[in-house]
């Protein structure tokens, strides 16, 4: 099977950098994702790592280890509206897309 | 607005009684996929349905089960609903298998209450 790990909570201060890891157990997978969710809103995609290294969307980045089973996502210049839960999933082979979501981790932004 | 629709947006129902879900996926999207959150949990994946064909399965209940229509809409049906099945069911659709299937748009979710 397959599992993912993050924390539950950080909490970082308005124009920080935060960085949410994320550990996995996995036979196969072909990358992994980040969603956001806004309190019981619908998750939206962020990034997406295939290969190992690091990739950049504006404020955002996410990091891909393979040899270490880990990734990250690291948020730059916090605003208050980064304050949400933040997910990693796993895109798993063979299963027609089918991605593992992690528990998530909220992540709370102060002034 | 992610062009994914579900309906409805919140449900109450008693324990023992059956209700479907329904999601409508972005136009030109033939992947459905269904997940549910109860509090403060992830994403569980339950199903999903390629051009109308179960193509992966998650640890779905047997009281539960879906189908995805020639028009590509999606229907989640629970069956003898016990409380703890309250949760937030949110529907999902990519261009699976095109290209940036990792890419799952997501619907507002449906919350359903079970008393």
């Known amino acids: 099977g397959q599992s993912l790990e993050q924390p539950s909570e950080v909490t970082a201060v308005e124009g920080a950098i935060v960085q949410i890891n994320c550990t996995y157990q996995?036979?196969?997978?072909?990358?992994l994702s980040w969603y956001q969710q806004h309190d019981g809103g619908a998750p939206t995609f962020l990034s997406y790592?295939?290969?190992?290294g690091l990739e950049e969307t504006g404020r955002f980045s996410s990091f891909l280890s393979r040899s270490d089973s880990y990734g990250y996502l690291l948020l730059q210049e916090l605003q208050m509206k980064d304050s949400a839960s933040y997910f990693c999933a796993l895109l798993i082979y063979n299963q027609g897309g089918k991605l593992i979501f992690g528990q998530g981790t909220e992540l709370s932004v102060k002034p | 607005d992610s062009g994914v629709t579900q309906t409805p947006k919140h449900l109450i129902t008693a324990t023992g009684q059956r209700v479907t879900l329904r999601c409508s996926p972005r136009?030109?999207?033939?992947?459905v996929y269904w997940y549910q959150q109860s509090l403060d949990q992830g994403l569980q994946f339950l199903i999903q349905y390629y051009n109308g064909e179960e193509r992966a399965k998650g640890n779905i209940l047997e009281r539960f089960s879906a189908q995805q229509f020639p028009d590509l809409h999606s229907e989640l049906n629970l069956s003898s609903l016990e409380l703890g099945d309250s949760a937030l069911y949110f529907c999902?659709?990519?261009?699976?298998?095109?290209?940036?299937?990792?890419?799952?748009?997501f619907g507002p979710g449906t919350r359903l209450t079970v008393t």
């Open positions: 996995t036979s196969g997978f072909y990358g």
């Open positions: 136009s030109g999207d033939l992947s």
């Open positions: 790592n295939a290969l190992d």
């Open positions: 999902a659709s990519s261009v699976y298998p095109k290209g940036r299937n990792y890419e799952q748009y």
